[in-house]
């Protein structure tokens, strides 16, 4: 039973414009939804996050929207630039382990 | 900055090996993690820990085993390595004692890229 559904599982965005990924998650006893970045080669690296207590975040040019009644939440990367190009995971944590989503890949074209 | 080292960050061996996998962690992180990954696609946890004594396997069944003995140090090992084997293994810390404490972030290692022939 997957718990975090991501979408989409990939996306062509120009540069400048906004990229935009979603999440939807299924156990409310979650109280941590991140945001992870993926290079090639490399890790996932924290990228964002947002607990339940707030609707929206703000970092730089990376957002995440939360909704909590339909338990959803969202990335959304403003003026979208190539070195934003990497694979983008979502995650829904709690007490115990947390859970990912299935990953975004994200091309940023020059 | 997060330090989490994994080692080796390449290995290429033959079928029927034992490997060990080392993940060591400078945070004193309580939690640790082994996820398997291949190439940019979904991340499958295979075992964490709480803590020292603590290991539990995780929601991919993997042949693959894990102690704790220090809580810096979480090494993964396979008795007999299979071409299956054949993907990239992530460590990753978090803080939190038990398993009661609310979400935390993970931290990442940069992965060991496995190769059975």
């Known amino acids: 039973q997957q718990q975090v559904k991501q979408s989409p599982q990939s996306l062509i965005v120009q540069k400048g414009g906004i990229s935009i990924i979603n999440c939807a998650y299924e156990?409310?006893?979650?109280?941590?939804f991140p945001w992870y970045q993926q290079f090639p080669g490399k890790g996932p690296a924290l990228l964002i996050a947002?607990?339940?207590?707030?609707s929206e975040k703000k970092e730089g040019r990376f957002t995440i929207s939360f909704n909590k009644s339909a338990k959803q939440f969202s990335l959304h990367i403003m003026d979208s630039q190539p070195g934003d190009s990497a694979t983008y995971f979502c995650?829904?944590?709690?007490?115990?382990?947390?859970?990912f989503g299935d990953g975004t890949t994200l091309t940023v074209k020059p | 900055e997060a330090d989490i080292y994994q080692t080796p960050r390449y290995l290429v061996i033959g079928t029927g090996k034992k490997i060990t996998l080392e993940c060591s962690q400078t945070?004193?992180?309580?939690?640790m993690y082994w996820y398997q990954q291949d190439p940019g696609m979904e991340l499958h946890l295979i075992h964490y820990?709480?803590?020292?004594?603590?290991?539990e396997k995780g929601d991919l069944s993997s042949e693959s085993t894990v102690s704790r003995i220090r809580t810096e140090h979480f090494p993964l090992t396979l008795e007999s390595a299979r071409p299956s084997h054949t993907s990239q293994y992530l460590c990753?810390?978090?803080?939190?004692?038990?398993?009661?404490?609310?979400?935390?972030?993970?931290?990442f290692g940069d992965g060991t890229r496995l190769s059975i022939l």
């Open positions: 990753a810390s978090s803080e939190g004692v038990g398993a009661r404490v609310g979400g935390q972030p993970q931290h």
């Open positions: 156990n409310t006893a979650f109280d941590y």
């Open positions: 947002i607990r339940p207590d707030v």
């Open positions: 995650a829904a944590g709690g007490p115990g382990k947390s859970t």
């Open positions: 945070m004193g992180h309580d939690k």
């Open positions: 820990s709480y803590g020292v004594n603590s290991t």
